[in-house]
């Protein structure tokens, strides 16, 4: 997959490469908005012109030798970049492995979170979870890297009306699991047969022709599917109390829930989560598990990567950088020194580690805060929610605390499954993250059972992370509040002298495999042109 | 996967299977109710419970002979559940495949359409299309066989909201290709302010408290991604026109388009096509192509089906049904003799085909008309949706004569692809079937490069399919109008003395290869129930 060029014939890569050195960036995007065929997430992924690995050995500036901070997406991205390049990359990473947050789970992986004793996944044969990053819009830049490096991937299934809806203490609805379809055919309906009577009433004040509210009352009738009078009634859409089938089985349509009961379910405020531009489908994920991503990088990057590499100090001098690390498999303290530093530790962590950063930089990132954000997988006997629900991927979501169930998008109809039977972030992640491993997994089967008594019969084993307290990452994802971006992040953004920052955090697509490789990326385009001018 | 039974505990098919027995459908429906763990699908579902294969045997009535008129999935569905239970079924299937409209074209495939020369798919080793059915519900019955017969499927991707909408003739929008985000983002932003302004000035009769007023203005302001002040602006739901990247680069959220172009484009009417029951997320398709259904049947009813049998003439007698066909590989006439006779071709042919069917059953079988459906297949030496628009299946939908282009669900970051140029019903289909082949091309490249003008230089070879040319079928699949399903279909419903009629047109699924299943299900129990009582 990476050499797919024709030979003879340049490729756009190329084509854009030379227009990006004989005119910029600002060319690039010129000739690719005049060539009319790209969006501007193409030219978002086409705005990076990897440094030209002929210009480094020219120009006798050979060798430079870089020390990488992390082996997760922005490390190794960076590692990758500057090593076609023909920069001279070495990567410590604390972990045996690579990835960061960018991690699965299956049978013998363990964890200890901070001041937690040891958890050992026993998941059988071929289940795993994503602990971290699941899913990928098919346009972020995390793609081109999946078809450059040839991985396989398949659909994250995101959006499923067949999974439920499931809430407590909002009346009428008050814990029944609705499919989501339900909830959407009523929401709509209603709100459209109010809307649709309002325009024919002239009740709105709107700018609208004649004509236009024909064009608009036509619509909410075919979005809220009402009938020639512009009343919502029953609508297969919504599903069937009685399914149709064979011969004169015409079916019986459900009965719609009333205005009020629909209204105070609150179950129309989950609708815009599908909404959200880095949700909407299709979405992605690699066939096999996440971490084929960083194993990819990895594969690439052999030799490169320290493990067991802990990163105690940052020193930097008028020419170069020392970085002093801890060996962990000998215990022994090393140091090695490069001309830059990119460092991707997450800031949670950065924070507690001893450097030379000036206090602005020190302060900034002291004052960044990390999001909470947890999970736990659950392996069950048998995939009840596709045997019995017809549930195939997608998440149920409700207002109790494990706040979602996620039904795994692969392996259908495999005996076994593994489902994430909560996925939380912020005081529901913190409340289930204080929990040990066991109460979690109690919690986790008391709730989810409201949903699914399958839970009672089917659970097998589990395994369970809160980001706040892995070593490494203690975190999600990075959490800017208030004025922050336009405060303290703007320091981050600048190189402490030769230390630059990389990672979901140093960018606008934060949580995002992409904001890592985006922002490793604009690293190794500055790294490259401040050698070249030096 | 056949035989899944943990030894020593009874099956829930066992258990559901013995209260059939005991009580009837009834008792099965209501025990299964009882058990609370059931969807109306799940019910549907396990509305079958299949003959048990002693009961014919027990009942020294063995070795019934049954005729099944085609090799679709009703007439396969029907050999195989009755097979099971000990009936000796015999397939006449006028071609040399099973499946019949459900058909994979892919290298090698022919065609000639009636009246027309022979066609044949210059497709690339490995690309495929799905000529009839080609996506499959989550919740249909057709799932239920895949498990059974351990078919490989993946998601099929109906839903994208990166895929485009372009209408011509609409105002402003005209002749521009909208990613479907954008029309969504602003339509539901625009009326959602409206009618959030006019709940809060009470300008709408609603019989809400004010506490339900509020929270009809909460999901107002989240469904259309309104403001504090209730006013939809730009939102990153609809995208960016430039998108957010690394560090200081926040990103410039696109501008809406304004109320009345959006209006007036119609694009807000396309919505409800992902809302209808049978077109929700998720659906699936079999792995390499949905033949994979009939090849599995196929597998399981070895020596059963006689292909290149045409059917000539159908008769009765107070014992028997005799079937007269033409062995197309010889050219000589035959005929076979069976007790009862299930016909699964469908009423646009069986018209045609002589017989002693009742006189009200003739007439009901002329009555009835089947709908107008073409695809065109497109090989592109390149997956520019992907590389260049990061479209990854879906589809798009315009006014043009080509209604809709569909993205390939499978083979993602291949080097080629093969997408479907139109998919179309009715009149467009009308229209694009009249065409020859090159024709069909034709339009499909022009129409279609005004939204992809990557056609010009990618477009490889095409292969199209107008149903109603298409000899053995004769029509997409039926079209019931007016009131025929209460004056015509209940004929039909009935068996004509000793034959069955099923296919989809004999269910409330039509199109659907579920309503094939179901019907063919339907007569299964029919004929065994008849049978015991002889």
Known sequence: MESTKTPGEMSRRQFLSTV???GGGAAVFSVMGTLGLLSPETMKAADFVPP????????????????????GIAGMTAAYELGQAGYDCTILEARARSGGRIWSVRRGTTVAEV?????????????????????IPQFHVTMEYIRKFGIPIEPFNNVNEHAYYYNENVGELSGKKIRKREAKADVRGYVSELMAKAVNQNALDMPLTAEEKEKLVAYLRSEGGLDADLFYKASSRGGYKDEPGARLD?????????????????????????????????????????DAIPNAFEKRLKGKIKFHSEVIEILQSDTGVTVHYKDLASGEERKIEGEYCICTIPLSVLKSIKSDFSPEMKQAIDS??????????????????EEDEQIYGGNTLT??????????????????????????????????????????EAHALQQGA??????????????????KRIKYNLGGWVSYTGDQRTTVYPTLCKPDRRVYLAGEHMSYITAWMAGGIESARAVVTDIHQRVMKE
């Open 250 to 290: 015409a079916g019986v349509v459900r009965d719609p829930f009333s205005m009020k009961a629909i209204l105070n379910s609150g179950f129309g405020n989950y609708f815009s989560s599908e909404y959200s531009y880095d949700q909407q489908m299709m979405m992605f994920h690699p066939v096999g598990g996440i």
């Open 20 to 22: 990006g050195k004989l």
């Open 52 to 71: 030209d690995g002929n210009e480094l050995s020219m120009s006798k500036r050979g060798g430079k030798k870089i020390i990488i901070l992390g082996a």
């Open 368 to 385: 960044i805060g990390y999001a909470s954000a947890g999970k736990i997988g659950l392996q069950f006997s048998r995939r009840f929610w």
């Open 450 to 467: 409201k949903i699914h008594p399958q839970y009672h019969k089917e659970f097998e084993a589990s395994f369970s992370v809160d980001w």
């Open 115 to 135: 001041g937690a004793s040891k958890q050992v996944a026993r998941f059988a044969d071929g289940l795993y979870f994503n602990a971290g990053p699941m899913r």
């Open 399 to 440: 207002n109790m605390d494990i706040t979602s169930i996620y039904y795994p998008p692969t392996g259908y109809m495999q005996k076994k499954g593994l489902l994430l039977g909560y996925y939380t972030f912020g005081a529901n992640a913190d409340k289930l993250g204080e929990m040990t491993y066991l109460g979690r």
